[in-house]
């Protein structure tokens, strides 16, 4: 079985790999956009509990958190765009065989988001521990449940049983323990991203470490096959530098500073390893790319392809340009 004999020819204008680049591109910002929020999250919520920042009003982290999910949404909506159509097919039927669950996403996307707005702007501070440790949760189920699309869409040889186990959806990926430490393993750059951009306690990176590498460890044992063992060497590698920070550098700033550098190439690392283990896995199952191309509907056409370059160009220039006025004074 393979894309053409399944879902018959799909409509692309452009080569496959173009959208993939931008696909794992854009999913770059996402992915840095998520760790952040929940490092904020994790680290305003522990100092709400402890009682710090309740009485003079909200802390920097709590002010940042409202803007943090707004662009973390946005940036949500590129990959969404590219991966659709690219692996419309096995998305979309992963997606309907989690049903509710995945519609679940958006409400409890809203309630997540207002929570964020209630600790920002409520005046009953003492309920700022509830409000933050609740949007907490329910960003983490968020998370879980990408995950558990993203590693069901992967095995599209097992659709049909699955649906015929229940036609009506709820069905998470088979293999849980794999997709807990997908999400960990996913997520786990947010304490250390957190305690760098919050200037906060530098002993949150060593949750980093510690599930960076038992993430990583299960995710390569079970749910990384045929993916080459030099990548997860090199998210070690980056580990143990993170490692070596916060043992060797004793000025804060440049610890902070080395930290935020090192959180943009790990979410890269992160962001190619899975790209890795989708290709291996969905070549298994005769899913590849090659494939699409040649049951494409449509040939590349340039003129659209250049003009929508441009115009991420222009919106690329027009968010640098935002930032640098938001740097100026006008805060977050
Ligand atoms: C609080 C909200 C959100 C959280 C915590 C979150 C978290 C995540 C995580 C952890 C993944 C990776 C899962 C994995 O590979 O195991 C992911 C993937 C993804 N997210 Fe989000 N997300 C959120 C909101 C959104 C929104 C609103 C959109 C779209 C508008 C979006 C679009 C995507 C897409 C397209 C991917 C997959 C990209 C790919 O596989 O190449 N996310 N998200």
Request: charged share 10%; net charge positive; hydrophobic share 55%.
């Amino acid at each position: 079985m393979n894309y053409v004999e399944a879902f018959g020819p799909v409509p692309v204008p452009a080569p496959p790999g173009f959208f993939r680049a931008l696909l794992v591109g854009t999913f770059w910002f996402h992915l840095m956009a998520v760790q952040l929020l929940l490092g904020l999250l994790v680290i305003s919520w522990a100092r709400a509990v402890v009682g710090r920042g309740a009485e003079t009003g909200p802390d920097r982290g709590i002010r940042h958190l409202p803007a943090t999910m707004a662009i973390l949404i946005n940036l949500g909506i590129p990959p969404l765009l590219f991966l659709q159509l690219i692996y419309g097919p096995v998305f979309y039927t992963s997606s309907i065989l989690l049903g509710s669950l995945w519609m679940g996403v958006i409400p409890l996307l809203m309630l997540a988001y207002g929570g964020l707005y209630l600790a920002r702007y409520s005046p009953r501070r003492q309920c700022v521990p509830l409000y933050l440790g609740t949007s907490l949760f329910l960003v983490l189920v968020i998370a879980y449940l990408f995950s558990n699309n993203m590693a069901w869409m992967l095995r599209p040889g097992d659709f049909a049983a699955a649906y015929q186990n229940g036609a009506s959806g709820g069905h998470l990926y088979p293999d849980q323990a794999q997709v807990f430490f997908r999400w960990l393993w996913v997520l786990s750059p947010a304490f250390a991203l957190g305690a760098a951009w919050l200037e906060g306690d530098r002993r949150w990176a060593w949750l980093t470490v510690a599930a960076g590498i038992a993430g990583a460890a299960v995710l390569q044992g079970r749910g990384a096959p045929g993916v080459s063992g030099v990548f997860f060497a090199l998210d070690y590698v980056l580990l143990a530098a993170l490692a070596v920070m916060l043992l060797a550098v004793q000025d804060s700033a440049r610890w902070r500073k080395m930290v935020l550098h090192w959180a943009i190439l790990k979410a890269a690392l992160i962001v190619v390893i899975r790209d890795q283990i989708r290709q291996q896995a969905l070549a298994k199952e005769g899913f590849t790319l090659d494939l699409l191309a040649q049951s494409n509907l449509l040939s590349t056409t340039w003129l659209p392809l250049v003009l929508f370059l441009l115009m991420l160009a222009g919106a690329i220039g027009i968010l640098g340009w935002m930032w640098s006025r938001g740097r100026q004074g006008v805060t977050l």
